[in-house]
Every structure is written in C-alpha cells, then in structure tokens.
C-alpha cells in the first residue's frame, strides 16, 4: 500500500484553504489544518482522509504559531511532505500620509509571518531531504499600486525571501515557491473593496485583462501542482494569478 502524503495548510478556514484541503483530499494526502471550519473537517474526515486540527495558528507572525503546526503534523503523521501558508496584512493610503507604525504593521503581516513560517517547516523537510513550500502573497508586489505603496513593497519583499530560501535549501532537495493574487472572488476581498456592489464590481473588473475576478475553486488547482508532489523540478519562482494585471 502506498504511503498517504502529508500536506500542512496553514489558514485552512479562509481564503483558499478549504478548496486546496478538499484539492489535496482527493489527490491521497492526509492534511493538517490551521483553524478550518469543523464542516469543512467532518467532510474530509467522511471521505477517508486523516485530519489533524491546531487552533488559534491563524496568525503566523505570533511567535510558535506556525511551529504549533509543524508539531502537530510531526507528532500525528511523522513527516510533513508540503506546506501552504496565505500570509499579509493590508495597510492602505498614499505614501507621503502614512507612518513608520503604519510600516511596521504591514512588514509584521506581510514578512515576518513568512519567515516564521518557513522557519518552522523547512526544519523537517531538510531532515527528510525531500518538501514543497507554497507561500501565496500578492500580485501587489510586483507593480506599483496606487494606495497601498507599504503592502505592495512589503509584498515584493516577502517574495524575494521565498526566491532566496528557495536557493539556500534546492542542495536538500527541497521546493520553495511563491504565488501572489490579487482581484479574487472571496468575501474579505469584496468587503475591502465594496465588489458586493455590482456597479463597484462592474468597475473592478473593468482593471483586470481577463474582465473577471479569480475564483477560489481555480486557484486550488493552479495551487496543487506546487504542493502534491506532481511537480518536483520548479523552486524559486514567482508566478502571478490576477487575471493578466501583473
């Protein structure tokens, strides 16, 4: 019998976590989840798969947060064979307007929670010499946007970081990559930017080439090829999803 792959998904209950868990499920992987709903665990756990649940982890810039996780995975299932976190904090307004605190804020949301969650679980895949890390940021990051000049740098920065770890751990045969959004279809996003307006959606819309907002189902699947161990010849890149506006 094959053994099941382990796969970590920090933010299980929001944003696309519970479509990539369900992605995940189906592909053979056994999954550790980070705060996710207890429907979303009843429905995996009917269809066969192995669910470990750490609470109160949303938050990866907390110190131990993201080692909470790894701990969990290590003790129930001996090994973590990928691991997905959506990290950021999203601080709006001009430049010349905003304050160190105001950067400080953002770094701790968008560069600290990265980096402690690459620490965490880049320490048993190198053990393993084997591991796929997925860190999902923002297309922000990669053109300058109008009104969130602090996020969007800090975005740019979290990127970097994957491309550098990325380097550093390719000799343990370890895959590092990063994806980053922007204009998705999920509840937080259409709250931020009044998208549950359909004149305000119209509008939006109107900024993306493709003339839609991403939604979560197809996110999961441009996801998975990173972390279900399909694709094991691709580290260090930065690919974004945003409908052809970065």
Request: hydrophobic share 45%.
């Amino acid at each position: 019998m094959t053994e099941r792959r382990v796969a970590l998904i920090a933010g299980a209950g929001f944003y696309v976590g519970p479509d990539l868990a369900r992605l995940l499920a189906e592909r053979g992987h056994d999954l550790v989840l980070g705060d996710p709903h207890p429907s979303l665990v009843a429905e995996l756990e009917s269809a066969g798969t192995a669910v470990e649940v750490v609470t109160g982890s949303r938050d990866l810039a907390v110190p131990g947060a993201a080692q909470r996780l790894v701990d969990a995975a290590l003790a129930r299932f001996g090994r973590i064979d990928s691991a997905t976190a959506f990290t950021g904090l999203i601080v709006t307004g001009r430049f010349m307007k905003s304050s160190v605190d105001d950067y400080r804020t953002v770094m701790e949301g968008c560069m600290v929670a990265p980096y402690e969650f690459m620490k965490a679980v880049l320490v048993p895949m190198i053990a393993q010499e084997d591991g796929q890390v997925l860190v999902i940021t923002s297309a922000s990051g990669a053109r300058a946007t109008p009104g969130a000049p602090l996020y969007s740098s800090a975005r740019a920065g979290a990127t970097h970081l994957v491309r550098n770890v990325a380097h550093e751990v390719s000799r343990n045969r370890v895959q590092v990559n990063a994806v980053g959004t922007n204009f998705m279809d999920f509840p937080e996003f259409r709250r931020a930017s009044g998208a549950d307006d359909p004149a305000v959606r119209a509008k939006l819309e109107g900024q993306v080439p493709l003339g839609r907002l991403g939604t979560m189902s197809e996110f999961a699947h441009f996801c998975a090829p990173y972390v279900d161990g399909t694709s094991r010849f691709t580290t260090g890149q930065y690919t974004s999803y945003a409908g052809g506006w970065a």
